[in-house]
């Protein structure tokens, strides 16, 4: 089962695509435009990118040069109209794995998607699940639970709690979750991370104890049971 972005402004081919991969099993999400597809594929955690070239807002080329840019490394296939050697070089050039052109016949679209999927191969056992006193994290499935309990974590928080995971008992700076959470590669100036971690405290340590969210003033925040 893979997790799949359309970015797609056609309503008709948005649906007739997600309805297909669906019923193969996977999970599919939508976004009508580039702005919003560009945010989604921020938080969202996807396998597989498909984005049409021609949006409103943000063209398709722009947004997967934007992705690329900040280090995103999902495979995208590029779904769209346009379809002469030259716009398949364009998009190939801009960070695209795939190019497919309408109309096209959904088994193919299928096939490479599948294939897409089968890069992003899958994080190493050991690293699957965390477990921090009694906070479990399982990354494949996108679950958490603290004493049994589950937790809805939104996208953002879920990948919040992960990098901080993934340095448990140790701090991890501001710049760290900058670079590693929002793909920034300065300070934009804001509370952003402040408010992301009160959200995220609220829902991994109020009600339980002992607290294992700790900020280390001027420095960071620290994951740990102690």
């Known amino acids: 089962?893979?997790?799949?972005?359309?970015?797609?402004?056609?309503?008709?081919?948005?649906?007739?695509?997600?309805?297909?991969?669906?019923?193969?099993?996977?999970?599919?999400?939508?976004?009508?435009?580039?702005?919003?597809?560009?945010?989604?594929?921020?938080?969202?955690?996807?396998?597989?990118?498909?984005?049409?070239?021609?949006?409103?807002?943000?063209?398709?080329?722009?947004?997967?040069?934007?992705?690329?840019?900040?280090?995103?490394?999902?495979p995208v296939l590029f779904l769209t109209a346009l379809g002469s050697v030259g716009n398949r070089v364009k998009g190939l050039d801009a960070g695209a794995d795939d190019y497919l052109v309408k109309p096209f016949a959904f088994a193919e679209l299928r096939a490479r998607i599948e294939a897409l999927g089968r890069r992003r191969a899958p994080p190493a056992a050991a690293e699957t699940d965390f477990t921090i006193g009694d906070l479990e994290i399982r990354r494949l499935e996108r679950r958490v639970y603290r004493a049994g309990k589950p937790l809805a974590l939104k996208?953002?928080?879920?990948?919040?709690?992960?990098?901080?995971?993934?340095?448990?008992?140790?701090?991890?700076?501001?710049?760290?979750?900058?670079?590693?959470?929002?793909?920034?590669?300065?300070?934009?100036?804001?509370?952003v991370i402040d408010a992301q971690i009160s959200r995220l405290r609220a829902k991994i340590d109020r009600g339980f104890d002992p607290p294992l969210l700790h900020t280390v003033r001027g420095v960071g925040y620290r994951l740990a049971a102690d």
């Open 1 to 74: 089962m893979l997790k799949i972005l359309i970015v797609e402004d056609d309503c008709e081919t948005a649906a007739y695509t997600a309805k297909g991969l669906r019923e193969d099993g996977h999970r599919v999400e939508i976004a009508a435009d580039g702005p919003e597809g560009l945010e989604t594929a921020r938080d969202g955690g996807f396998d597989v990118l498909v984005v049409d070239r021609m949006l409103p807002g943000l063209d398709g080329l722009s947004l997967v040069r934007t992705l690329r840019a900040g280090g995103d490394r999902t």
């Open 155 to 191: 996208p953002r928080e879920f990948r919040l709690l992960e990098v901080l995971a993934e340095h448990a008992g140790r701090v991890v700076t501001r710049t760290m979750l900058l670079e590693q959470v929002w793909d920034f590669s300065f300070d934009p100036g804001t509370n």
